[in-house]
């Protein structure tokens, strides 16, 4: 567990779900070596594939939705099968949540959403929230929400501001 709130709110990775009642090996034999597999297998009733490119640091989201596009759209066979068969197809963008800045904005070009779509894919926005020592929780709980006192700077929106 960590032993410091995360400093920066920042993107972690892009990473792809696909749940099927179909096994999804065949898809992730077909995507390899470009990428890194975090889980193929069961997942209760249905079958799961879990996985990124496998050199992804120093990337944008932008950039590593649109390789991961484009490595799905040049499939063919039965690993296309899986993929347009599939229940879900994610592409799921990580962001670390921190104690600054106050906002955070992670976009994605026309170009790129246009490609996801294509493949009938979905984006999806994951957020982990930072995490506080376990002697910060024990300490001190966060005040009700009737008795935190206002703030309007964090009230208005940045474009209220102008």
């Known amino acids: 567990m960590p032993t410091a709130l995360e400093p920066t709110t920042h993107f972690l990775n892009v ?9 999804l090996e065949p898809l992730v034999e077909a ?3 470009r990428i890194f597999v975090h889980y193929v297998g069961p997942e209760g009733q249905i079958q799961g ?17 649109r390789q991961l596009a484009q490595l799905i759209g040049a499939l063919s066979g039965t690993p296309l099968r899986l ?4 229940r879900t197809r994610d592409f799921n963008i990580g962001i670390q949540s921190g104690l600054s800045p106050i906002c955070h904005e992670l976009g994605l070009e026309p170009r790129t959403i246009a490609l996801v779509s294509a493949l009938n894919g979905r984006i999806v926005f994951t957020t982990y929230g930072s995490q506080r020592p376990p002697s910060r929780i024990a300490a001190k709980a ?5 008795e935190a006192p206002p703030n309007p700077s ?9």
């Open 83 to 86: 993929w347009n068969s599939a």
């Open 15 to 23: 990473d792809i779900d696909v749940l099927s009642r179909s096994r």
């Open 154 to 162: 964090l009230q208005r929106t940045r474009y209220a501001r102008r």
């Open 49 to 65: 594939a879990h996985f990124s490119l496998d050199r992804s640091h120093g990337k944008t989201a932008d950039i590593l939705v």
């Open 142 to 146: 966060p005040p009700a929400e009737e």
């Open 31 to 33: 995507l390899k070596p």
